[in-house]
T-cell receptor, first 114, second 114 residues
Framework: DSGVTQTPKHLITATGQRVTLRCSPRSGDLSVYWYQQSLDQGLQFLIHYYNGEERAKGNILERFSAQQFPDLHSELNLSSLELGDSALYFC?????????????FGPGTRLTVL | QQQVKQSPQSLIVQKGGISIINCAYENTAFDYFPWYQQFPGKGPALLIAIRPDVSEKKEGRFTISFNKSAKQFSLHIMDSQPGDSATYFCAASTSGGSNYKLTFGKGTLLTVNP
């Protein structure tokens, strides 16, 4: 158990809908990263938040957004969902001490868009 | 552009044998190289990591070999066990700037036969 929690575990929805994925980082970790895992693209970085502020964006679609709250949990919002958005979504957290960037992954949310 | 190339895609090893997975990177700014292990239905778990100031790091049966000039690193699993059967991902990141995202290889599915 990495100490990172994600809810829900599974999500089934229809095209055009909006969903919210939630992540709670390990105790003491200020950084939260979101990654998407699909069969064709592998593990792809989406976005990084540090202590409530957006630090970096990767290949994140404009239909996707995220935020990190004062209690450090994070939410990834996916809107106008398309079939191709079906994937596993992982969040990871790290202390971000500067020397080592040890990222610990949660169990993921499996999103199925029908 | 695939910045981290991983091979082989799949690997079958007999119990007690040595499993070797290779990765090559392009971005010379990378200075942190972790390996992750992922079981079906689980999130990636940090296995072992190395920085380029050392050529080898060993933790139990797992060893990372690093060749900075060739921009290559590899994971060796000694005395491979059926419980090691999983997908292994190499990754790379930088410790400078503001983006600590992990760039992943495509993964290697390891099967250890009893």
């Amino acid at each position: 158990d990495s100490g990172v929690t994600q809810t829900p575990k599974h999500l089934i929805t229809a095209t055009g809908q909006r969903v919210t994925l939630r992540c709670s980082p390990r105790s003491g970790d200020l950084s939260v990263y979101w990654y998407q895992q699909s069969l064709d693209q592998g593990l792809q970085f989406l976005i990084h938040y540090y202590n409530g502020e957006e630090r970096a964006k990767g290949n994140i679609l404009e239909r996707f957004s995220a935020q990190q709250f004062p209690d450090l949990h994070s939410e990834l919002n996916l809107s106008s969902l398309e079939l191709g958005d079906s994937a596993l979504y992982f969040c990871a957290s790290s202390v971000l001490s500067g020397v080592y960037n040890e990222q610990f992954f949660g169990p993921g949310t499996r999103l199925t868009v029908l | 552009q695939q910045q981290v190339k991983q091979s082989p895609q799949s690997l079958i090893v007999q119990k007690g044998g040595i499993s070797i997975i290779n990765c090559a990177y392009e971005n010379t700014a990378f200075d942190y190289f972790p390996w992750y292990q992922q079981f079906p239905g689980k999130g990636p778990a940090l296995l072992i990591a190395i920085r380029p100031d050392v050529s080898e790091k060993k933790e139990g049966r797992f060893t990372i070999s690093f060749n900075k000039s060739a921009k290559q690193f590899s994971l060796h699993i000694m005395d491979s066990q059926p419980g090691d059967s999983a997908t292994y991902f190499c990754a790379a990141s930088t410790s400078g700037g503001s983006n600590y995202k992990l760039t992943f290889g495509k993964g290697t599915l390891l099967t250890v036969n009893p």
